[in-house]
């Protein structure tokens, strides 16, 4: 069974703070995962991908890899009221089907 | 920059009724998908499709759904007998290379079947 699993949120930090985005993941030979935004209404929009074990930085962006405790996270630094989003972990099984998680509602407050 | 694009952006229709989706993807992309999106729920995957052929499915996509390549540019989700559980955003999204890129997608069609 493939899946990927976000806590749902909604989750809330003063503007100017870290905030912290968590997925796990089923399938140990996954090797691709995504980040996306998601506002309402809207479709999703890339934030960032990531391949390797590690960390990988993308202005206030991190994206984490842990591969062998199946879990990838995004840290938002300086959150911004414009962060306030749905955000969505994606991640490819096999061949190049996304399998997405529920996502984890974000509001960052001015 | 290139962008996919969907039409319409809001599609009403009659149970029953037959609907088509369109999706213009990036130009030069190769293999596209199509996702939906029931209100408050996850994006769930339906079709890819490379070289003029679907490569992967979901149980989702049964006999009522198809897609089409008809042209060199428009990629098309069509639902035979739409039922009210079909309503939901559908999202085209389109991808150079699954090894090196990632999925850019079309803003999304409303389907709201009465």
């Not at chain 1, 962060?83 to 190049?96: K, P």
Request: charged letters at 20%; glycine letters at 6%.
């Amino acid at each position: 069974q493939k899946e990927v699993e976000q806590n749902s949120g909604p989750l809330s930090v003063p503007e100017g703070a870290i905030a912290s985005l968590n997925c796990t993941y089923s399938d140990r030979v996954s090797q691709s995962f995504f980040w996306y935004r998601q506002y309402s209404g809207k479709s999703p929009e890339l934030i960032m991908s990531i391949y390797s074990n590690g960390d990988k930085e993308d202005g206030r962006f991190t994206a984490q890899l842990n591969k062998a405790s199946q879990y990838v996270s995004l840290l938002i630094r300086d959150s911004q009221p414009s962060d306030s989003a749905t955000y969505l972990c994606a991640v490819i099984f096999t061949g190049n089907q996304f399998y997405f998680g529920t996502g984890t509602s974000l509001t960052v407050i001015p | 920059e290139p962008e996919v694009t969907q039409t319409p952006s809001h599609q009403v229709t009659q149970m029953g009724q037959e609907v088509i989706l369109r999706c213009v993807p990036i130009s030069n992309h190769l293999y596209f998908y199509w996702y939906r999106q029931i209100l408050g729920q996850k994006v769930e995957f339906l079709v890819s499709f490379y070289n003029n052929e679907i490569s992967e499915k979901s149980e989702i996509f049964d006999d009522q759904f198809s897609v089409e390549r008809p042209d060199g540019s428009n990629f098309t989700l069509k639902i035979r007998s739409t039922k009210l559980e079909d309503s939901a955003m559908y999202f085209c999204a389109s991808l150079l290379d699954p090894l090196a890129d990632t999925q850019y997608f079309g803003p999304g069609t409303r389907l709201t079947v009465l």
